[in-house]
């Protein structure tokens, strides 16, 4: 019997455990996949920039397009969204094995093959990472965003060896066929799966407000700011390890490809110490000072990896290195899933996935540029500053208290019926709420009223303002906008139990007659489409 406090609490849940262990074969073929890649690469151009190129066409697909996922995840069905991409996947993936096998491949067609791979990527990752919700209950979320974190890194610490195995024993062409089979699983567990999706009586959004409404959202939710900050500068400063680290075994402890792969195995060794750890951990400290020692970690991971003449030392600090790794993205994802309401998680985690990776992808370029201008050691010692820096940034934007809101839908609004007839699409929509508030009460009153902005432009409310009436100083009117009537509706069903309480409080502070009034309105224009006004002939005064 698994304890509800462990790591592997979500284990328990039949779903969430096949679609894990399903994923964890996937993620074995994947990392062979990308060993037969850049190894055929090798052997068909001498162009290290072709060769650099085979990792660029799996990663940029995840910079380009996870917005886009992301709000599909959030207005589709997440389960066959990700049957897609993992049937797309295959698909690509039996080509490339046809095409290898006969000898068809080219440089040109291998960066196609594996840019397709990388799209299908990133269609899957934000309805696969928003899904997880939908598996395992929400007290069980932080344990199974840590647990997806240890089994991609179980993969990676010895995924590649054996991805080198299989190319020394068969070729390329043998790796990717073991990945072309490594989604069968997969697309299984997911066929299987019977989710239980609320009915909406609303239409979907469209794509464009979708990501719109999605950045929205995270710019009126401080929490949200603050994970995307810090997990930017974490991105930039610890991907200079990851960059750099094949060159670390070359030139700094004097090594080889089999060193190579025994610091990438510290790593993930690492990582998986990490995962197994961190439940305890936040249980033992605050989110902010687990934050801070990853950064603090990772720095002086940097520092020894910079100054050590020995790989077994260097190792050693790659074993840091990867618990830092693990604690402080898991941590920085579940954050971002704790504080955001199922209808906007895919789009949440997709920008911050878009973030973070934009900062590792950035810190590579930028570490490898460092390091030959300035040498190797001082772009290692200069990545640990920008680390240092994440530290005292989180003197001023500190992460969240690790506790869950509810965010949950508030259910308290009916539609209510009209006089006129109108279309869902019919608009803009004026709503003004009256507010009788007493002069002693005006402070508290504020305050609430700067809150509920916030949470009314978060939740799509337009052109937001507070009015005070100048011959009854005791009557307040909250106006915002919505486009359209079903925006209005919609824009309503998104208040989450969390913001009861500013509702609550607002209507406790009211001194008139019953609840605050509500008028709903449509906007007209008095001015006609066309100039229709009479114009009256001069008249020639001459004649």
């Known amino acids: 019997m698994v304890d509800s406090s462990s790591t592997f609490a979500p284990l328990r849940h039949e ?10 074969a996937s993620n074995f073929g994947g990392l062979i996949q990308a060993v037969g890649a850049a190894w055929m690469m090798t052997s068909i151009t001498s162009s290290e920039d072709m060769v650099a190129l085979v990792q660029t066409s799996t990663a940029l697909p995840i910079m380009l397009f996870s917005l886009i996922s992301g709000a599909l995840a959030d207005n589709y069905d997440r389960r066959r969204i990700m049957m897609t991409a993992q049937s797309a996947m295959l698909v690509a993936s039996i080509l490339l094995t046809a095409c290898a096998f006969v000898g068809w491949i080219t440089p040109g067609l291998l960066l196609f093959f594996t840019f397709l791979i990388g799209c299908g990527t990133a269609l899957n990752n934000p309805s696969w990472q928003a899904s997880v919700g939908d598996m395992v209950p929400r007290a069980d979320l932080p344990n199974a965003v840590t647990l997806n974190s240890m089994g991609f890194n179980i ?29 069968v699983a997969l697309i299984y567990a997911l066929f299987r799966w019977r989710p239980t999706t609320p009915a909406s009586s609303l239409p979907r959004e469209a794509l464009g407000s979708a990501i719109f409404a999605g950045m929205r959202y995270i710019s009126m939710s401080p929490n949200l700011e603050k994970v995307l900050l810090r997990g930017l500068v974490f991105g930039i400063g610890a991907s200079s390890i990851q960059a750099l680290l094949p060159v670390v075994a070359l030139d700094l402890v004097s090594g080889g490809p089999l060193t190579y792969g025994f610091m990438l195995g510290a790593f993930g060794i690492g990582a998986i110490g990490g995962a197994v750890l961190s439940n305890r951990l936040r249980d033992m400290v605050s989110s902010e000072t687990i934050i801070r020692l990853a950064f603090l970690g990772f720095a002086l991971s940097a520092v020894i990896a910079a100054l050590s003449p020995s790989a077994v030392l260097t190792s050693a600090g790659l074993l840091i290195a990867g618990a830092c790794w693990v604690s402080a993205l898991s ?9 955001t309401p199922r209808w906007v998680v895919g789009r ?8 973070t990776f934009g900062g590792i992808a950035g810190g590579s370029w930028l570490w490898g540029i460092a390091a030959n201008n300035y040498g190797l050691s001082n772009a290692l010692l200069m990545s640990a500053v920008v680390l240092l820096s994440g530290v005292v940034i989180g003197l001023r934007f500190p992460m969240p208290a690790f506790a869950s809101l509810n965010l949950d839908p508030l259910n308290r609004f009916i539609e209510p019926a009209l006089g006129l007839d109108i279309t869902p699409r019919s608009g803009p929509i004026v709503v003004q709420v009256d507010y009788q508030i007493a002069d002693e009460d005006l402070a508290e009153f504020m305050a609430l009223m700067g809150e509920r902005r916030r949470i009314r432009i978060r939740d799509g409310a337009r052109h937001w303002a507070l009015m005070r009436d100048l011959q009854s100083p005791g009557l307040w009117t909250e106006t915002y906008h919505t486009p359209t009537w079903v925006e209005y509706i919609r824009h309503n069903q998104r208040r989450t139990q969390a913001d009861a309480e500013n509702t609550d409080r607002l209507r406790a502070l009211h001194r008139g007659d019953g609840m605050p009034g509500v008028r709903r309105m449509i906007e007209r224009q008095a001015i006609p489409p066309v100039d229709d006004v009479f114009h009256k002939a001069p008249i020639d005064l001459h004649h």
């Open 15 to 24: 779903t969430y455990r096949s679609i894990w262990f399903a994923s964890l």
């Open 331 to 339: 941590l920085f994802n579940t954050i971002v899933q704790l504080s």
């Open 348 to 355: 949440s985690l997709s920008l911050y996935q878009t973030v």
């Open 155 to 183: 993969t990676r610490s010895v995924g590649p060896a054996i991805g080198g195995a299989i190319v020394a024993a068969a070729g390329a062409a043998a790796a990717f066929a073991v990945n072309a089979l490594s989604y």
